[in-house]
């Protein structure tokens, strides 16, 4: 896929994904989404629930978050990717301007490296793109 190469040149997990990961960890091993569990104070801090709970499946099925974080955001990726060429096609565009498009979209450092950060962010720009691609083939 045209993501690979770059998504590992550029890999790398942000900060702030380890809130996420803290909270799937919980989510998965105690069965609560708070950031502490028992006897400490609960705090309720996550903002992206499908993304905690996503996590928190991949944990139960043995895979540690920051690693279902980098797989989801490669699939995300390469949903991006489709998505895409995809809508230039639906548009109306040629298949080489299909093809320039992905390969824009792959180059570019922004989409890789927070695609493949540990956030959700992959996750919604594809959920976005696919509903845009929905309401235009729909």
């Known amino acids: 896929m ?15 994904a380890f809130i996420s990961f803290r909270y799937a960890d ?8 708070a950031f502490n569990v028992a006897p400490l104070e609960r705090v309720e801090g996550y903002t ?12 139960r099925l043995g895979v540690a978050p920051p690693d279902a974080a980098m797989g989801l955001g ?9 998505l895409a060429f995809t809508l230039v096609r639906v548009l109306g565009g040629d298949a080489r301007f299909a093809v320039v498009a992905l390969g824009l979209v792959a180059a570019s450092p922004e989409v890789v490296v927070w695609g493949t950060s540990g956030l959700e962010t992959a996750a919604a720009a594809a959920a976005v793109l696919g509903t845009i691609a929905a309401w235009h083939l729909g």
């Open 74 to 82: 490669m699939l995300a990726l390469g949903a991006i990717g489709v």
């Open 2 to 16: 045209a993501f690979v190469v770059p998504a590992r040149a550029w890999e790398f997990l942000c900060d702030d």
């Open 48 to 59: 992206n629930f499908a993304w905690v709970v996503a996590l928190a499946v991949g944990e």
């Open 26 to 33: 919980h989510l998965a091993r105690f069965g609560e989404l």
